[in-house]
């Protein structure tokens, strides 16, 4: 429970506090302290930080990652289920698949006919 809990820690903190600490550095940087003031008085700033600061914080992940993998980017378990249940489909298929294959049949015989038509026309002229 506890490693999960750590996972999930470290989730939140490379998904969002990253690019929400990275925002307010760049935004630091473009206009100093006024613009961080300016960003924090907005309707929803801890959105607007993490979208100044997604650029960042994706090139600090693939640094950290290089250094460190899986840190910068942790990995995130996943449940997979297959469900094999196939009523009729595979009667159905293999009779759509028969008639295909006997219409597929049928025009190339004709195509064939008509290739060797045409060929003998061209070979008299």
Do not use: W
């Not at 989730?11 to 473009?30: D, Q, R, T, W, Y």
């Not at 607007?48 to 993998?69: C, H, M, N």
């Amino acid at each position: 429970m506890a490693k999960d809990q750590l996972r999930d820690f470290h989730l939140f903190a490379v998904e969002s506090v990253l690019p929400f600490g990275m925002g307010i550095i760049n935004n630091a940087k473009a206009g100093g302290f006024q613009k961080i003031m300016d960003v924090f008085k907005s309707k929803d700033p801890f959105s607007e930080f993490q979208v100044d600061g997604e650029v960042s914080a994706k090139t600090a992940r693939d640094k950290i990652d290089q250094l460190f993998p899986g840190l910068g980017y942790p990995v995130v378990s996943v449940d997979v289920t297959v469900e094999e249940e196939y009523p009729d489909y595979e009667s159905h298929d293999q009779d759509s698949l028969i008639s295909t294959l006997n219409r597929i049949d049928s025009e190339l015989s004709q195509l064939r006919r008509c290739l060797g038509n045409d060929s003998l026309n061209i070979d008299n002229k």
